[in-house]
């Protein structure tokens, strides 16, 4: 027993975080499924959510449960801002990934900068969602306040698949993902798609960072870690793939608990680079992804 | 010795040189020879960085680490092996070499964005590695380390930095001009293409990829023994921003851009010192805003309207 509890306690923990980097990932897979680009800013798009929470709670005094919309909202249109001024020429002028590359590595940094500039360099602790308590398991206990962000991720998740897979904009995004010329071909207006993707991917990380810097602690840096995590689950699921960037989440969050407890705490971070070097060399595709010849 | 009359480039380039030869002596200041000691440093990073992503079309994540591998493995040498700095530098060059050797045979066939996450993991597991291992790297305080000559003045630093910046740009020409250079272009322009004339794509990335971090790495050994401390930083983020914002800025996909925008770039921040935190804010709307709309960089805009301004190319 006395392995065994810690590892059950490890494996419910990942599990939590594994909603959270989901939020993130699918986000990140729908840009990729979309526009075909890897959005290296996704983690500043996480820690502007998590400021505009914060100076919604704390300036204006607006419950967290309100603030969550307007921060998806706020972001959703800070997104469509981006790929109307940045992501644009990737289509009228069919750049190459070197573009795409260097503009949202060049957004990330300045939107670090910028935080550090103006929000200021230190930690900031958002107002929890609701005050900190245990739920006790029989000898398992899981932090309550957790669960239930996590529940809200898990409902937010829901309602981005519903978009998807039942509006007209989520069948068109469905068809651009597809095959872009195609879509064009049908009448589908592909700047609106790429836009309405940026918007909601943006709006995702930013619900993200609004749910879990209550959590952990919200800094300029803070995106970093939760988008190199979500790299890793889009490799890991397959590259545009919705329900592997979902069950990607998932599984790095247990490697990452069980390595913690079973190999070494300090290489933490380092298990899913490991995992994104390994996935990238042995299957790049992903597991849930088609493997595609370019031409 | 002439052959031919020297054209204009050749004429500016050789001006280029004497005025940088001759710079000791006419700035007195120390202060300003060891920022441009330090220009050179990331001029050479910049001018490598250049070589992967504006004529192979990779971008790399990995560079900065590659400076600090070859800075770490000529400390630790110098301080284990007890090897003179010199000795140790190369030990530096032959790690670069040997550790992108195995990178890039096993992520350049991964395809663009693909291949800038894989350098991504593999600079944050290096760097992750330095942090923790604290008995051998001295973590995060850095590891102290000889300097490469005794001397109260930078200016023999200056020259050997000069030296190495030379010897890069030069042997770069040469690559670019040669055969090899038109395979590297050809990869970078279509693999497939690329590959369906007959070129081993597989090979021309993995030996440019060697060239360039073997350099890298050279230059971050010198650097450590320049500033006589190696430390994670010279492997941080932060310095692959501004080795990418230098060749932007200076031209990406041309061989004098990233030295301008390197010089100028240090030189700016030397002056925005004061503004500390505003410094990278600013370097970050460079980069953003010429990628966007000056796609070819200050070397390649004004080329470009110099050519249309006289007529003729």
Known sequence: ?295 | MFRQPLSPKGFLTLLAIVALLSLPFIIRHEYWIYVLTIGFYYAILASTWNVMAGYLGRVSFAHAAFAAIGAYASALSVLHLKVHPVLGMAIGTVAGAVFSFFIGYLSLRLRGVYFTLSTLAFAEIFRIIVTVEYEYTRGSLGLETEHLIVTMSYIPYYYVALALLLGTVFSTYLILNSAFGLKIMAVGNSEEAAEAIGIDSAKVKVVTFLYVSALTSLAGAFYGHFIGLVSPEVGAFDQLALIIAMTVVGGMGTLPGPVIGALLLEFFSEYLREFGIFRLLIFAGLIIVTVRFFRRGLYGTLKERLISVGGSP
């Open chain 1, 1 to 295: 027993m006395g392995v065994v509890l810690p590892i059950v306690e490890n494996l419910i923990t990942g599990l939590i975080m594994g909603s959270f980097y989901a939020l993130m990932a699918v986000g990140l897979t729908l840009i990729f499924g979309v526009m075909r680009i890897v959005n290296f800013a996704h983690g500043e798009f996480y820690m502007l959510g998590g400021y505009i929470l914060y100076y919604l709670v704390t300036l204006l005094g607006i419950n967290n449960f309100v603030a969550l919309p307007i921060v998806m909202g706020a972001m959703f249109v800070f997104g469509m801002a981006v790929e109307r001024s940045l992501l644009r020429p990737i289509i009228t002028e069919g750049l190459g990934h070197e573009y795409s590359i260097i503009i949202t590595f060049g957004l990330s940094l300045f939107l670090v900068n910028f935080a550090i500039a103006f929000f200021g360099p230190e930690y900031k602790t958002p107002p929890p969602y609701i005050p900190t308590y245990r739920i006790a398991l029989g000898p398992i206990s899981i932090s309550g306040d957790r669960l239930l962000v996590a529940t809200l991720a898990a409902v937010i998740l829901v309602l981005t698949y519903l978009v998807i897979a039942k509006t007209k904009i989520g069948l068109a995004m469905r068809a651009t993902a597809q095959n872009k010329e195609g879509a064009m071909l049908c009448g589908m207006d592909v700047y609106k798609v790429s836009m309405f993707t940026m918007g909601l991917a943006s709006a995702l990380a930013g619900a993200s960072g609004a749910l879990l810097s209550t959590i952990l602690l919200l800094e300029p840096q803070a995106g970093l870690i939760p988008a190199i995590k979500s790299y890793v689950v889009i490799a890991l699921g397959g590259m545009g793939s919705i329900a592997g960037a979902v069950a990607g989440s998932v599984i790095l969050g247990i490697i990452e608990s069980l390595g913690t407890v079973l190999i070494s705490a300090a290489y933490r971070d380092a298990y899913s680079f490991l995992v994104l070097i390994l996935v990238l060399l042995i299957r790049p595709e992903g597991l849930f992804g088609v493997r595609v010849r370019e031409v």
